[in-house]
């Protein structure tokens, strides 16, 4: 039976029992976890495990009810643990407990049939980090040898479809899709693999670049859906479900009218809400290449906000461990940079793409579209000054608010450091435009090269650090500190840099806040 039959039963013999809240957190969790409750999630499990365990306790010798034994525990230890590494789609941040709960996880052949599969999340991890570069390991852990003793248990389906998505990473999502088509049209096939094995449907017709037929999928599986609804009220998963549909759909039709076989309208009246993408981690690269696709039609307006939120997102998978996608978003935002004339935004986002392509195997593609990237910005004209560098920030600071734009101005403030590369208000401006367009990281980098040569400049000290701060950098705030301390003898006499806490006179910037809740607009 698959997970979702295992854990009808298994909640059905708890009510049995009178354990109705516990029941109701085994049919929850998979729910909310496909739904990206990380919170809820690590929440109920928590409570379950210790109602659970407590239960086992009180049987003592008399011996706790099967429906409580080592799967039920597996199951619930489970959940918190996927989300991170689904919904959330995090990497090298979760791989050490990944692999932990594949070394301790109970073995199928001495526990009976196991619902989930700790190996199967170790596989997606893999696959966050680089997918097409960790094949060969995912490939050894799916393989006949580890998986004996796991073919007639619950978690046999998700265990076929990680397999599955392997021949998609390896480039033969043909096989992918013959694998699929054979489950397809058996009895028990769609039971089987249910709706994810749609969705895997649907991602090797599109490496094969069948965006009509994976659109049929997808419409197959939205009526099935719609028919579920109608018999019972729509849950957590109908939700889930419903948004993972109009992400996917949204990619292929932005497709198909790049192609100019879809008419833009039809793609941009089913893209999620910017909101959405950045509720769900997993669905944001879905989001990207549809947008992307969308602004090159010129259905979409491409802006700095737009610009903003696609690094926000590069650099979350950046911190979470997943390089590839940091990487493939890097580069679009590199691109969408290009097409709007920001040249400093796309060599940021392209040096950014660059380090984390470096960490990668099989980088053939990342590569190639590296150096297309890299030819763009290198063809870009410069943004000529429209005021000297020492008076360029007064020129920022009269702008009308309405006319702002962070992107221009951070064009003007790099130019004139090119000519004042130690003028603190001109670093502190960059720190602050740096900011806005949330490439701080980069911005740190002439401010950090001028605090070592002077750590006796308070007001550039004061500004690297709200821009460490801002970036949440505690690494840099400690190598600022030590940084200072080993500084030139200041007012307080001790050998250190004296700090006199004031402000930096800002310039007229737009605001930070409205750049992280910016969205994508229809062009006109």
Request: proline letters at 6%; charged letters at 25%.
């Amino acid at each position: 039976m698959p997970m979702w039959t295992w854990a009808g039963e298994t909640a059905r013999h708890l009510r049995k029992m009178g354990q109705v809240e516990l029941a109701d957190s085994v049919t929850t969790l998979p729910e909310s976890c496909e739904a990206g409750e990380a919170v809820r999630v690590e929440m109920v499990a928590r409570s379950a495990l210790r109602t659970a365990r407590r239960l086992v306790a009180e049987a003592g010798e008399a011996g706790a009810p099967d429906v409580l034994g080592t799967p039920t525990l597996a199951y619930l230890a489970h959940w918190p643990l996927a989300v991170r590494v689904g919904a959330l789609a995090e990497g090298r941040r979760a791989i050490d407990q990944a692999v932990a709960a594949v070394e301790e996880g109970p073995d199928p052949r001495e526990h009976g049939p196991l619902p989930v599969s700790a190996l199967e999340t170790l596989a997606r991890c893999h696959a966050n980090i680089d997918a097409a570069g960790t094949t060969a390991a995912r490939r050894e852990l799916l393989s006949a040898q580890r998986l004996d003793g796991w073919e007639n248990t619950p978690a046999w389906p998700s265990l076929c479809l990680a397999r599955t998505h392997v021949l998609i990473d390896e480039g033969r999502p043909d096989r992918a899709e013959a694998e699929l088509r054979r489950y397809e049209h058996t009895a028990i096939g769609p039971a089987l693999l249910g709706t994810e094995g749609v969705f895997a449907l649907v991602r090797s017709l599109r490496h094969q670049d069948k965006h009509t037929d994976a659109l049929e999928a997808l419409d197959r599986l939205e009526a099935e859906i719609a028919l579920e609804r109608e018999a019972a009220a729509a849950g957590t998963r109908h939700v889930a479900l419903g948004r993972s549909i109009r992400f996917e759909r949204a990619r292929l039709l932005s497709w198909l009218v790049r192609l100019g076989l879809c008419p833009s309208r039809d793609a941009i009246g089913v893209l999620p809400t910017v909101e959405e993408a950045e509720a769900h981690p997993s669905l944001r690269s879905a989001w990207v290449e549809a947008v992307e696709n969308l602004v090159c039609q010129g259905a979409v307006r491409n802006d700095w906000r737009l610009g903003v939120r696609i690094t926000t997102w590069s650099r979350y998978f950046e911190r979470v461990g997943a390089p590839r996608r940091g990487a493939e978003l890097a580069l679009a935002a590199a691109r969408l940079a290009v097409g709007r004339g920001a040249r400093w935004v796309a060599e940021c986002s392209a040096l950014r793409a660059e380090r984390l392509i470096a960490g990668l195997g099989r980088t053939e593609e990342a590569a190639g579209d590296l150096a297309e990237v890299r030819s763009l910005v290198a063809a870009m004209t410069p943004v000529p000054p429209v005021a000297s560098a020492d008076r360029i920030l007064d020129h920022l600071r009269a702008q009308p608010a309405d006319q702002v734009d962070p992107e221009y101005q951070a064009e003007q403030v790099n130019a004139a450091l090119s000519s004042l590369p130690n003028d603190t208000p001109l670093l502190a401006a960059l720190g602050q435009v740096g900011r806005t367009l949330m490439l701080s990281d980069v911005a740190t980098g002439p401010q950090w090269r001028h605090v070592r040569e002077r750590p006796g400049d308070q007001n550039a000290a004061l500004s690297l650090l709200e821009t460490l701060l801002h970036d949440n950098d505690t690494a840099g705030v400690r190598d600022l500190v030590r940084t200072l301390a080993a500084g030139v003898p200041g007012q307080d006499g001790q050998g250190r840099a004296a700090m006199v806490v004031g402000p930096v006179e800002p310039y007229r910037t737009a605001p930070e806040a409205g750049a992280a809740v910016a969205s994508a607009r229809p062009a006109g």
